[in-house]
């Protein structure tokens, strides 16, 4: 079966419901204007600090530092302010109408969808459970005889691979004769990572379906979600992909308790933001995402880069690409901020968490290389940039404080010199402009701190009973303020260290993730943390010996630096978490009205199923109905020459 597709250029008329987006352009110039003008602010702020004492070439490269990190800073504010005033006046980030007077659409399904999840290494029960909740969760709603489900396994472990033919096999029985929407593939040649398990799919079977739902092995997703993805991709013809805000569940540690309550906290209205300005130019992140299938196996052919690491082989963050080559092609890219059902878990320690983060390191920086392509977008440019500067300002960050160290040690060591010079008349006295180093610092803490109270005042005016009150949301809030600075640090170290190493050409493995939680044992918190715990030590001790007013500045860093490893180790505690939720601390909507999804996947779980006595063939797949998915010409993602 085929179905024909029209690139978004022939579309003239649009169905009337399809979104529309009042100032572009207005919105992305006052964006931009208010960022610049609220960093040059910063900057020049630290710049009459620094100059009236002589700027030395320390404080120079210092000034750059923050500049880079203070811009950093407001893009992020104004975003979330945008956000907040949205969400207070419930107006949508795209049409800008009321979302009290929206109407949901409940226009009949027209076309045929594949919701699939590539899986790689993963944990076999989890996997086929979330499938099956998600699966079944869309029976209920009548509308399933619309979709095939796909688990496209890539696994290379062989006792695995072997425990996910079995599983799959219980799953048929238990679907009975829903299981002929189901189907199970393993490829023997893990050829190219997740891009090359969605390519071949799209190649074999792509011209079956009109959209492809794309699911990762830890995602959940409601069937009401689901069908208003695809009713949005109905009504908007000229939209590619259309991205939703996947909140993390499920989690049983203190850590992923801390995770996941301030995701769904500030997440939504941080969303709310992002869309308002990215319009029609939003980002992919890989998951919980619904793409039209023509589109994608039409521009999201991606080639091997030329070079080596970071900036060359293969194309690690492949969502942002395939978003930005979407969106040069003409095809629309949406994030919808304000659509539920769409799950994910996380890994529940910072070890764990770290470990994800160093993959996306090397993937984000490696944009820098193809940040200059031909014809992007210029929002998808700042999603480029913005993704790697995301992880870059840790070591900037770092740099600055251990700079600034220096610069003030010098000073100190140097703080009765007066007479710097042979024949110099009048002394030079040091001038402490107190009133500017006040103004900076609580314009620096507004940015910091400002979205995370509008975060509060948003859930304490609207969404009060979904974490459980006023006083579960102040008192998560206050600890998980607390919590967020002491570990700060820690992640700071981590991210240079992994910027680091990505610069110096050191490859980093993708394999698959450990989300349930466990305690860390004390040998591996030591061995993750020593190193970083001995140098905060020597650092305090030099800056309290020569700069003690500057060490009580540097306190806050010094203080989970030496912390580190009880830091870890109490923060992946089992009954931690259980302790957080029995004092109502760190609620989330999901647990104080759990979405039958969830329920049902929780009740998976707790089942184990037998083993097979003797394995069943595995059920053949929809017959291959070839597509072509070009490769993009090299050209095409080279930095152009000017």
Known sequence: MTHEFRAPADLTVLPADAIRIPGKSLRRYVYVILSVLTAISG???????????????????????????????????????????????????????????MLEDTSPISCRTAVVMPVYNEDTHRVIAGFEATLRSLEKTVEIAHFDFFLLSDTTNLTIAQAERDAWQLLQERLGDLGKQAFYRRREKNIARKVGNLAEFCQRWGANYENMIVLDADSIMAGDCLLKMVRA???????????????????????????????????????????????????????????????????????????????????????????????????????????????????????????????WVQGNIQHLGIVDTKDLHPINRMHFLLGAIAYITSLIWLLMLVLSTADAVVRAINSNVYFTEVYQLYPNWPIAKTELIVALILLTTTLLMGPKLLGVIVALTHRRKQFGGARAIVKGTI????????????????????????????????????????????????????????????????????????????????????????????????????GTRNHKIFLSPDETSEDPVLSHLNELLAVEHPPLAAPAPIPALPADNWTDMPHRAMDDYVPVKR
């Open 43 to 101: 900057v020049y702020i630290m710049f009459d600090i620094l100059r009236a004492n002589d700027l030395t070439t320390l404080e120079a490269v210092i000034l750059v530092l923050f500049g880079i990190s203070f811009t950093w800073l407001a893009l992020a504010f104004w975003s979330g302010l945008f956000g907040f005033i949205l969400q207070m006046l419930r107006i949508d980030p795209l049409t800008l109408k009321s979302t009290k007077g």
């Open 233 to 359: 991709m109905q009504a908007n013809p000229r939209t590619g992909l259309i991205q939703t805000i996947p909140i993390p569940v499920r989690q049983t540690t203190f850590f992923g308790r801390f995770v996941q309550f301030a995701a769904v906290l500030y997440s939504p209205m941080l969303a709310t933001g992002l869309a308002f300005w990215q319009t029609d130019a939003a980002n992919y992140w890989g998951h919980n995402a619904i793409i039209r299938m023509r589109a994608f196996i039409d521009h999201c052919g991606l080639p091997t880069l030329p070079g080596k690491a970071p900036f060359g082989g293969d194309i690690l963050s492949h969502d942002f690409v395939e978003a930005a080559m979407l969106r040069r092609a003409g095809w629309d890219v949406f994030l919808l901020a304000d659509l539920e059902g769409s799950y994910e878990e996380v890994p529940c320690n910072i070890i764990d968490y770290a470990k994800r983060d160093r993959r």
């Open 479 to 578: 600890i998980e303020t607390i919590f967020a600075v002491l570990i700060a640090p820690i992640m700071m170290v981590y991210h240079a260290y992994f910027v680091i190493s990505v610069l110096l050409g050191f490859k980093v493995n993708w394999d698959s993730q450990d989300r349930e939680g466990r305690l860390l044992p004390w040998g591996e918190c030591f061995a993750r943390t020593s190193k970083m715990t001995t140098a905060a030590l020597a650092w305090g001790f030099m800056t309290y010996t020569y700069a003690p007013i500057f060490f009580w500045w540097l306190l806050p860093v010094l203080t989970g630096l030496v912390l580190a490893a009880p830091l870890v180790r109490y923060s992946s505690s089992l009954d931690w978490g259980r």
